[in-house]
């Protein structure tokens, strides 16, 4: 079984990608788990189609478990959740030998995560995250939080998941537009510092797009293991892990701006990923053949390059800055040196970022 070793001291973990593994999770969970209570949380569309065979592996390997169904939807990765979960953690008895499983995107892997880093001071969970950007994202490093009615993610903890298991299988019935924005992820992991990757994604992007497994495990897998090396090297966000926030800064901002109705998270990215090219190249830093090899490899992956004409640079920039990435007052940004390399700046005037914005729009 391919697995990546994410090594963390104590906090040490295997993450698991294969295909038609769901059915293993009880076998897998097993010499881990230091009792059979187990608590599946999933959402109401990921429950549909993967509940049954993850709680009858459970059952089989001896476990107790249950299953508590989530709306569907990131409003609900919410205070209200958090302690509707916690009421069920109570009312099952549940302590700190149980297992917490969290089934589904990063909306469930996020709230479950919290939840279990929260009760009791902390309690073991699984990751068994179903859609690509949560198993090449969400799922690996340990951030865990929940939204609060004033911003995203502004509550939660470092918690290490025990096990992360991935199934290439369950993104079968994930919609085209999810694998586009999960595979925006992927390529940032090559163009900040994997040029294999990176090329692996151009010569197989058709069988990528038709959810070929073989490929699907290599590139998830290799995925993973760039992250990890990152988050390993940097556990708790003070300086390196930065770099995977290639394309974020923009990303994120534009995202704010548009309510977070319009954009899949990828989508955003991608567009950022553009713009900090294009700046890179302005600033003499990067080769402009580089930026539109990166800029073809999006595109031909069906994901958007563009800001929307609507967007002022000027507003974006202001968005920008309220971003928690603006440490101490500058607007620290990821740029890139070639694909493959990344740096991190803080000295670039708002005009210069203004421009590369404009640019953006079209081209
Ligand atoms: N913790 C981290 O490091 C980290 C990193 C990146 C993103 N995130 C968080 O992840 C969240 C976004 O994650 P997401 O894009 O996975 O969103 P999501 O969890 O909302 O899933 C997207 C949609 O796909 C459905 N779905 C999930 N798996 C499916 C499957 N296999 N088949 C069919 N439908 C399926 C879900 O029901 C949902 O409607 C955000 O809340 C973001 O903040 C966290
Ligand atoms: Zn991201």
């Known amino acids: ?155 939660g903890a470092f918690h290490q998941p025990k096990l992360v298991l991935i199934d290439v299988a369950t993104l079968q019935s994930l919609s085209p537009r999810d694998i586009r924005s999960g595979l925006a992820e992927i390529i940032k992991h090559g163009v900040i510092m994997d040029v294999p990757l990176f090329d692996q994604i151009e010569a197989n992007l058709d069988a990528i797009l038709d959810l070929e497994g073989s490929v699907l495990i290599d590139i998830i897998a290799r995925s993973c293991a760039d992250k990890v090396k990152v988050v390993t090297q940097d556990e708790k966000e003070s300086g390196l892990r930065e770099i995977l926030n290639y394309g974020h800064t923009f990303g994120h901002a534009l995202e704010a701006l548009t309510d977070y109705n319009t954009y899949r998270h990828g989508e955003a990215v991608a567009i950022g990923m553009n713009c900090a090219a294009q700046l890179s190249v302005n600033l003499g830093m990067l080769d402009a053949a580089d930026r539109k090899r990166q800029k073809n490899l999006l595109q031909r992956a069906g994901l958007p390059v563009h800001f929307p004409s609507e967007i002022q640079p000027e507003q974006l920039i202001e968005t920008m800055y309220l971003d928690k990435k603006a440490r101490g007052g500058r607007l620290r940004l990821i740029l890139a040196k070639r694909i493959g390399g990344v740096m991190i700046r803080n000295d670039v005037d708002d005009t210069t970022i203004a421009e590369a914005i404009a640019q953006c729009m079209k081209d």
């Open 1 to 155: 079984m391919p697995s990546i070793r994410v090594e963390l001291g104590e906090n040490s973990y295997p993450i698991i990608v294969d295909q038609g593994v769901l059915n293993q999770l009880g076998s897998l969970l097993k010499p881990k788990a230091k009792s059979e209570k187990t608590l599946i949380v999933v959402d109401a569309i990921v429950s549909k189609h993967y509940s049954r065979p993850v709680l009858e592996s459970l059952l089989r390997a001896g476990f107790d478990s249950r299953i508590v169904e989530i709306p569907v939807g990131e409003e609900h990765k919410s205070l209200e959740w958090f302690a509707k979960l916690h009421d069920q953690l109570i009312d099952r008895r549940m302590d700190r030998s149980s297992t917490l499983i969290a089934l589904g995107g990063g909306v469930i892997g996020d709230l479950a995560g919290f939840v279990a880093a929260t009760y009791m001071r902390g309690i073991p969970y699984v990751q068994v995250p179903t859609t690509l950007l949560a198993q090449v994202d969400a799922s690996v490093g340990g951030k865990t939080a929940i939204n609060h009615p004033k911003g995203k993610n502004l509550i």
